[in-house]
C-alpha cells in the first residue's frame, strides 16, 4: 500500500523486494551481536531506529505525494526494517523463551506467541483500512508504540546475556527500574 501509493505496482513490488533482501542481511546483526551487546540493548537501539524513522515516515508521508517524497519514505521504511530486523524481529523470541520461571517456561511461552501472532494479524488485517485513511497517523501510532516499548526496555527488562537458566530468573525476579540505567550486558 505503502509503496504502491508513492510508485505504483512495478514499483511497489521492487521495492518491497528490496525491503525483504535489507531484512534478510539486517538478521544476521543479531546474530553476531546477541551475546555481546545483550538482549537490552539491541531492542533499545533497534526501537529507538524503528521510532526514528516511523516518525520522519509520518512527517514525509504527511507532505505532498511526489517521487522525492516516496524516494525518502522508502529509505525510512528501510532503516525501519533495518532496526527491527536485528531487533525487535529476533530478540523478542529469545526474551520471551527467557522470562519466565523455569517450572512455568514451556506454557507461558506458547502463550506470547500465541499473543504475538494474534496481535501481527490484527494489525496486518487492520493495517490497510487504517493507512488508505491516513498513512501519516498509521506512522505515528506506531511511533508512539515504539516509544513506550522502548521505555519499557529501559526500565524493565533485565540483561539476561551470557546467563545461565537459574541466574535468568534470578534477575527477572530482582529487576527493578532505574534511571539511568546501569546494567547493559
Not at 1 to 25: P, S, T, W
Not at 92 to 107: I, Q
Request: hydrophobic share 55%; aromatic share 16%.
Amino acid at each position: 500500500i505503502i509503496l504502491d501509493k508513492f510508485f505504483g505496482a512495478e514499483g511497489a513490488i521492487i521495492g518491497a523486494l528490496i525491503l525483504n533482501v535489507i531484512n534478510f542481511l539486517s538478521t544476521f546483526i543479531t546474530i553476531a551481536t546477541i551475546e555481546k551487546f545483550g538482549r537490552a540493548r539491541l531492542l533499545f537501539t533497534g526501537g529507538i531506529l524503528m521510532c526514528f524513522a516511523l516518525v520522519m515516515n509520518a512527517i514525509f508521508a504527511s507532505l505532498e505525494e511526489t517521487p522525492v517524497m516516496g524516494y525518502m519514505v522508502i529509505i525510512f521504511c528501510g532503516l525501519y526494517v533495518i532496526g527491527f530486523a536485528y531487533s525487535w524481529g529476533p530478540v523478542v523470541w529469545v526474551v520471551c523463551s527467557e522470562m519466565f520461571p523455569l517450572r512455568h517456561r514451556g506454557k507461558a511461552t506458547g502463550l506470547t506467541t500465541f499473543s504475538n501472532w494474534t496481535w501481527t494479524t490484527i494489525v496486518g488485517a487492520v493495517f490497510p483500512y487504517a493507512a488508505s485513511a491516513s498513512l501519516t497517523a498509521c506512522f505515528g501510532f506506531f511511533a508512539g508504540v515504539v516509544f513506550l516499548a522502548i521505555g519499557m526496555v529501559y526500565l524493565y527488562l533485565p540483561e539476561t546475556a551470557n546467563r545461565t537458566i537459574l541466574e535468568i530468573d534470578e534477575a527477572f525476579k530482582n529487576q527493578k527500574p532505574e534511571v539511568p540505567r546501569k546494567k547493559w550486558a
